[in-house]
């Protein structure tokens, strides 16, 4: 028999994920609501509005069955509770975020060197990290494994990879707070030209004198007496 190919396929991609999540994502219109419920909390009549203008009209019984599913994986929580002519209406708001993407096969090559140099950089942080609190993610690995005779190394890497996921989630909406935080700053540095202008524009009885021209506020001045 000749071989006609023979190469390593490096594993790219690894999802730390519970087989509860991994069931309730692998269903397209669940994977929807998660995203539907990541902007805001929603009741079911509003995911009803919503999934309809994506072409995912389903019955009423079947989005509860789904939003059970998602509220069983932990994707979701209920968030508020509302009521309206007498009955209760519950809300929920989305734990994760699916972001179900593909990179362009031109864009291949550099995602390669980009994870290369990221991978470069984290290493240090993680290993000391990984020192300092693996009888830690050990306990939590020990717990996970059904047998105690069990291997405990795919354990140990599902917290670890687990850990790292919920962090860069904290931080990046930590990160969009810190870019709205940017852009308001950006805006009040541009109304401050304007500010100063109207000042100019006021008469001298209106304008209130700065710290520098008060004598008391002078660190050199002296105390009237």
Known sequence: MALLMDRAVPVR???????E?????????????LDLLATRPMAV????????R???????TTLRYHLERLKRSGLIELALLREARGAVLRYYAATAR??????????EGEAAALSALLSTELKRPLQSFLRRYSSR???????LRPCPHCPTQHFEEYVT???????????TQRQHLLSELARSLGARRKMRPTHRRIHRMLPPSAAQ??????GAAHPKAGRRT
């Open 98 to 107: 699916s972001l179900h993407y593909e990179l362009p096969h031109e864009d």
């Open 45 to 52: 009549d509003e995911l009803d509005v919503e999934l309809r």
């Open 54 to 60: 994506q072409g995912l009209a389903k019955a009423p």
């Open 21 to 33: 999540e991994a069931h309730a994502l692998g269903d397209p219109t669940r994977v929807a609501i």
């Open 161 to 171: 990879l687990a850990l790292v996921q919920r962090a860069l989630a904290d931080l």
């Open 209 to 214: 004198p700065s710290p520098r021209s008060q």
């Open 13 to 19: 991609t690894v999802v730390a994920l519970s087989p």
């Open 137 to 143: 993610i050990e306990s939590m690995a020990l717990r």
